[in-house]
């Protein structure tokens, strides 16, 4: 007797729901879809523990008749799709008629659906696939679904459910994604009868973004915008100083569904590069339109992914919009009012009013004594004068034929700078950070490109592992575009005899050894163009202005003058502020002559 045998249509719906139906959550996400496709204004959503207990959805769509009613738990029954070509124009949330036949095996589920131009409501049950007739009862127009004892005849599936609290967050995201994206829809959510959320019809994005998150969140947002041909994009991104710690408040809708994608959360993270610190995450709230035809949802189960025609376009219209957007917000730091003399320095180390960890970031700098950086406009520093009493201190001149001085340097680390309105705090290390890395973004941009460099009059040679001769070898291309000339000098040698000119400041060896540990960390796991952005961070770094570095007045004005010449000066590459500004308005307030 043969092996194989067919299973019956109860197992098969189990099994499928093991693919739709993960845990309560799941079962929100697939009825609220459904309340969509059925044009319902209104929604609420009940559950009680967790939605094990129960999870329920009414609406106030156009409903079921008798007929469709007794169709609706039947597996690969839908009313969204007709024929196959339909499956190329998809425009409904849901599609696959698998959600009630999956739903319908796992748990106790009833649903009471009235359309229209019925005169009565009609109720069907089910239990776990058990199915009851179809009968007449009262109820309002469109349908409340109701599910109680998920997995109660599945104790493998149900046991591996968490607490009432971690199914109530994972219900509460699903309901967040369906709101934002659905803002002409009243909505509301409660567990044990107690309501969490409460959306009105009509609500902007931004409004609901703060009814279910915060206020705070909404203040650090801007508004992006964008319409091509195949694709238009538009929602809200933070400024950099809002960075989270994690992607959880990333949201990305594709035609009013939420979506998980790779090749958009690389854009979004690339868009950022260099602005924040590589751990953090920005929040974004992007909303996408493209023909249905572009795109293929019908990839998983839960619709969450999607495959793109074109994903490289995708990608570069994100990057493009995003970046774009952030570059031209002025991110400087600025000290809110209302600070006292005594907490002036405490809310300003913590990050008030400027979004920074710490109010006088080193951003990677080594303090202690280091030779002077030079710039090739820079002229001899003829007027460099330092106070007696205090070396790191410059004085203005008070010399009729000198030119006035307006800033001094404090620490050899930081500069102040007199503006028309108050003063800037300048982290010297951190902004010629920036200029040095945005100078190597510019030079290495396009296909092909490279940086100058100059032959070592002497080559400098260092000692190397197999691994690391290895990664010599296998990384020759970034080698060359960063116009570094590396190779074997001997067995175990590695011998530098080219280095680019931008970098100079650095030591040849030492900068191949520290990205030869980089690469070790990260090759193969990158793209070659995130490879070049890592490196072009570390140069940047290495070849920058130290803190503890005394710089001469004409060093400093080089400075300030490559600071208004650079995008994104007010934040170094790894994200921390260049910049800090005080208004002459907020000094008069802490000395109390407002």
């Known amino acids: 007797m043969g092996q194989i045998v067919v299973l019956n249509q109860n197992m098969i719906n189990m099994i499928a729901a093991g693919e739709v139906i993960e845990r309560p959550g799941s079962v929100v996400k697939e009825l609220i879809e459904n309340s969509i496709d059925a044009g319902a204004s209104e929604i609420e959503v009940r559950i009680e523990d967790g939605g094990k207990k129960l999870v329920s959805v009414s609406d106030n769509g156009c409903g079921m008749d008798s007929a469709d009613l007794d169709l609706a738990f ?167 100083e809002n960075v989270r710690a994690n992607s959880k408040y990333q949201y990305i809708f594709l035609n009013g569904r939420f979506i998980r994608d790779k090749f958009i959360a690389h854009a979004v993270k690339e868009a950022y590069r260099g602005m924040i610190d590589h751990s953090k995450y920005p929040a974004v709230f992007l909303f996408l339109k493209m023909p249905p035809q572009n795109f293929d949802v019908n990839v998983h189960p839960t619709k969450v992914e999607v495959r793109f025609d074109n994903s490289n376009f995708v990608h570069s219209q994100i990057l493009s919009v995003v970046r774009e957007k952030i570059l031209r917000c002025d991110a400087s730091g600025s000290i809110s009012d209302g600070l006292t003399e005594t907490n002036f320095s405490r809310q300003a180390q913590s990050g008030s009013g400027g979004g920074s960890s710490k109010f006088f970031e080193r951003s990677g700098g080594q303090s202690g004594s280091q030779s002077r950086f030079d710039f090739s406009t820079a002229k001899k520093d003829s007027d460099f004068r330092a106070s007696q009493s205090r070396q790191d201190f410059y004085l203005p001149s008070e010399s009729e034929d000198e030119p006035r001085i307006d800033f001094m340097q404090i620490h050899n680390s930081y500069l102040l700078v007199e503006t028309d309105d108050g003063f800037m705090m300048i982290d010297q290390h951190a902004l010629h950070e920036r200029i040095i890395y945005e100078q190597l973004r510019k030079k290495l941009a396009g296909e092909g490109s490279c940086l100058e460099s100059q032959k070592l009059l002497i080559p400098e040679t260092f000692e190397a592992t197999d691994a690391q001769m290895k990664l010599l070898a296998d990384n020759e291309a970034l080698l060359g575009r960063l116009g570094i000339e590396a190779q074997s000098f001997g067995p175990g040698v590695v011998a530098v005899g080219a280095f680019p000119t931008l970098l100079k400041k650095a030591s040849p060896a030492d900068f191949v050894l520290d990205m030869l540990d980089m690469l070790a960390d990260v090759s193969g796991k990158v793209s070659a163009e995130r490879l070049l952005g890592d490196v072009m961070d570390m140069a940047a770094c290495k070849a920058a202005i130290k803190a503890g570095q005394k710089l001469s007045d004409s060093e400093i004005r080089q400075l300030l003058s490559d600071k208004e010449a650079t995008e994104s000066a007010a934040r170094c590459p790894h994200g921390r502020p260049t910049t800090i500004r005080l208004t002459k308005a907020q000094l008069e307030k802490q000395f109390g002559r407002t």
Not at 210 to 232: D, K, N, P, R, Y
Request: with cysteine; net charge positive; hydrophobic share 40%.
């Open 74 to 240: 039947c597996p690969h029954a839908t009313s969204k799709l007709k024929t196959s070509e339909d499956l190329l124009n998809i425009s409904t949330m849901g599609f696959r008629g698998e959600a009630l036949a999956s739903i319908g095996a796992v748990g106790r589920v009833s649903i009471v659906s009235k359309t229209a131009e019925s005169i009565e409501a009609n109720i069907i049950e089910v239990d776990c696939g058990q199915k009851s007739g179809v009968r007449p009862c009262s109820g309002g127009v469109g349908t409340t679904i109701e599910i109680r004892d998920i997995f109660y005849k599945l104790p493998g599936r149900r046991k591996f459910l968490r607490t009432a609290n971690t199914e109530t967050s994972h219900i509460s995201e699903q309901f967040i994604r369906t709101a934002l994206a659905n803002t002409s829809i009243a909505m509301t959510l409660s567990n044990n009868g107690r309501e969490i959320y409460a959306l009105d019809a009509g609500m902007s994005v931004k409004q609901r973004i703060a009814a279910m998150f915060t206020s705070q969140m909404v203040q650090g947002l801007i508004e992006v915008q964008s319409a091509e041909s195949a694709m238009q994009i538009s929602g809200y991104i933070c400024t950099p």
